[in-house]
């Protein structure tokens, strides 16, 4: 008897079909598994079998084989066992061969025959559906995150017995369903933090509030106390809400890393701020089993690296190609594949080993040692900053200052307005925010008069700046302008953006 049913495999944060056909012959008693598997598919064999015996199944001691294919295709992760023990039992005759057609089958077994929850569901069941799959049958854990996919029916089960009676009988059981309208209303949490809490650094909260509107990449540098760890964790407070297919974009990604936890979609933009002694693969991705690294994690948010000197300086570097793609790609062996990266960078730095350069009444170090710390950021990655801004030390009266600082919700509501504007102009170009006009958009976008051109002329000669420098001043110069409802970018936006360009110069400008 030959039966075949059909589950799927994670390719980068797609999901791939896999069909698992089974064959049961006459012959030596045998179990044989074979198609490209690595050792976690193979040892599918010693669980499938006694997870079967424990589950009440009796096979006639014959010769099976079990073949996933396509074969070029590495199969990865243990969500197979339950489609391996779904194909043989087909074969044996327990469940009609057709029963299997155009449904999906993922599952981990436990050797009692329980069902255990898989990494990864969200896009197996989404690439279920695009391929015309009617159904798919996954981990109980697992079923709001299936569910989450429309055009598909998704039925959690917790046993192979379970799995066994749904296939025998689809009808006399109810597929799993999620409300996502109610999903995305507990979008905006109650936040423990506030910008009115900062007093004073309206410089500081103007930047991070440019930066935001056009998910630009910011910089503080300054002394410590000065509010810069404050002021960064108060950004995912002022955050634009995500749309629909940003958050099942973000959610394939948590779904694969194995973080969706209990939620079956991320509905808020993320936040990620990983500690500097993070690897390279935690940052950007890859392992032995492939996973999305933090900037993936961030993807559609913030990732906000605190002191950034302090971090590993080869390991920030590989931050260089990402920033530019908006994804990493993953070389192994035999695939290659890509990782979604399309993050705003935040980060925070002192400008020398005490924090006080270039107050020479607090800072005692020497010039080579400024050098050396403020080097550990090479010149290729501070340009890949739109915005760097001087955070400075407030002082006692600002502090003391009793008068009732802008609160998120000020910031926020202005911050919607200038997306509004994006998402308008970027209607139907794949496109959400200003950081991501590539240089020709740059052209059709950001046009500019005589007397704005002369300006960027001046400063591009007088700064000695480089083509990305000068792209980034006109993408974020579009942001301000968006901030102000201008279609025009006047001199006004032009000179800002060129502002924020030059305060790198102050510290890394001798170098
Ligand atoms: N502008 C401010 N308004 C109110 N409190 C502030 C402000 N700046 C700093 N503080 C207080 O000082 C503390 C330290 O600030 P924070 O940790 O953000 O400084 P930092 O710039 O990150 O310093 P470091 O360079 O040492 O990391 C804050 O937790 C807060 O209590
Ligand atoms: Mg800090
Ligand atoms: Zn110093």
């Given at each position: 008897m030959f039966s075949k049913a059909y589950s799927a495999v994670i390719h980068g944060i797609d999901g791939l079909i896999v069909s698992v056909e089974a064959d049961v012959s006459d012959g030596l008693p045998l179990f044989d598994m074979v198609g490209l598997l690595n050792s976690e598919v193979k040892e599918?064999?010693?669980?499938?079998?006694?997870?079967?015996?424990?589950?009440?199944?009796?096979?006639?001691?014959?010769?099976?084989?079990?073949?996933?294919?396509?074969?070029?295709?590495?199969?990865?992760?243990?969500?197979?066992?339950?489609?391996?023990?779904?194909?043989?039992?087909?074969?044996?005759?327990?469940?009609?061969?057709?029963?299997?057609?155009?449904?999906?089958?993922?599952?981990?077994?436990?050797?009692?025959?329980?069902i255990n929850k898989v990494n990864g569901v969200l896009p197996l069941v989404y690439a279920a559906k695009q391929e015309g799959f009617l159904r798919c049958i996954v981990p109980k854990d697992n079923a709001d995150e299936g569910a989450v996919v429309k055009g598909i029916k998704t039925y959690g089960v917790s046993t192979i017995k379970e799995a066994v009676d749904l296939l025998c009988d689809f009808e006399a059981h109810k597929p799993t369903t999620v409300d996502l309208d109610m999903l995305f209303?507990?979008?905006?949490?109650?936040?423990?933090?506030?910008?009115?809490?900062?007093?004073?650094?309206?410089?500081?909260?103007?930047?991070?509030?440019?930066?935001?509107?056009?998910?630009?990449?910011?910089?503080?540098?300054?002394?410590?106390?000065?509010?810069?760890?404050?002021?960064?964790?108060?950004i995912p407070t002022i955050m634009p809400e995500l749309s629909f297919d940003e958050s099942m974009e973000i959610s394939k990604i948590y779904s694969i890393a194995g973080l969706l936890d209990s939620r079956a979609l991320i509905t808020r933009r993320p936040f990620r701020s990983p500690h500097h002694s993070i690897t390279s693969t935690a940052l950007v991705g890859g392992g032995a089993i492939p996973k999305p690294g933090e900037i993936s994690l961030a993807h559609h948010g913030v990732l906000f690296l605190d002191e950034l000197p302090e971090f590993n300086k080869n390991t920030i570097e590989l931050l260089r190609q990402p920033l530019e793609e908006k994804a990493v790609t993953i070389s192994r062996l035999n695939a290659t594949f890509r990782y979604p990266a399309g993050f705003m960078l935040v980060a925070s730095m002192n400008p020398c080993s005490c924090g006080y350069y270039p107050d020479r009444n607090k800072c005692n170090c020497s010039l080579p040692m400024v050098k050396r710390y403020l080097g550990k950021i090479s010149k290729p990655l501070?340009?890949?900053?739109?915005?760097?801004?001087?955070?400075?030390?407030?002082?006692?009266?600002?502090?003391?200052?009793?008068?009732?600082?802008?609160?998120?919700?000020?910031?926020?509501?202005?911050?919607?307005?200038?997306?509004?504007?994006?998402?308008?102009?970027?209607?139907?170009?794949?496109?959400?925010?200003?950081?991501?006009?590539?240089?020709?958009?740059?052209?059709?976008?950001?046009?500019?008069?005589?007397?704005?051109?002369?300006?960027?002329?001046?400063?591009?000669?007088?700064?000695?700046?480089?083509?990305?420098?000068?792209?980034?001043?006109?993408?974020?110069?579009?942001?301000?302008?968006?901030?102000?409802?201008?279609?025009?970018?006047?001199?006004?936006?032009?000179?800002?953006?060129?502002?924020?360009?030059s305060i790198d110069a102050k510290y890394w400008g001798q170098m």
């Open positions: 599918a064999r010693e669980r499938v079998r006694i997870a079967l015996k424990n589950s009440g199944y009796r096979l006639p001691a014959k010769r099976i084989t079990v073949n996933l294919s396509p074969a070029d295709i590495r199969k990865e992760g243990t969500a197979f066992d339950l489609p391996v023990a779904i194909a043989i039992l087909t074969a044996f005759g327990y469940i009609h061969d057709e029963n299997l057609h155009n449904t999906l089958i993922i599952g981990e077994l436990s050797l009692n025959g329980n209303e507990n979008k905006t949490g109650n936040e423990l933090v506030d910008f009115s809490d900062v007093n004073g650094q309206a410089a500081v909260k103007r930047a991070i509030e440019i930066a935001v509107s056009g998910m630009h990449n910011i910089l503080m540098i300054g002394p410590p106390g000065s509010g810069k760890t404050m002021l960064a964790t108060r501070l340009d890949r900053f739109d915005i760097c801004i001087e955070a400075m030390q407030i002082n006692y009266k600002e502090l003391e200052n009793r008068k009732i600082e802008e609160s998120s919700a000020d910031m926020r509501s202005r911050i919607y307005r200038a997306r509004q504007i994006q998402v308008e102009r970027y209607k139907g170009q794949d496109i959400w925010f200003n950081c991501q006009l590539t240089s020709r958009k740059i052209k059709k976008y950001c046009s500019l008069g005589a007397k704005e051109q002369s300006l960027l002329e001046q400063a591009f000669i007088k700064m000695n700046l480089t083509a990305r420098a000068y792209h980034r001043i006109l993408k974020v110069a579009r942001t301000i302008a968006d901030l102000d409802s201008s279609e025009r970018i006047t001199s006004k936006h032009i000179s800002e953006a060129i502002c924020y360009r």
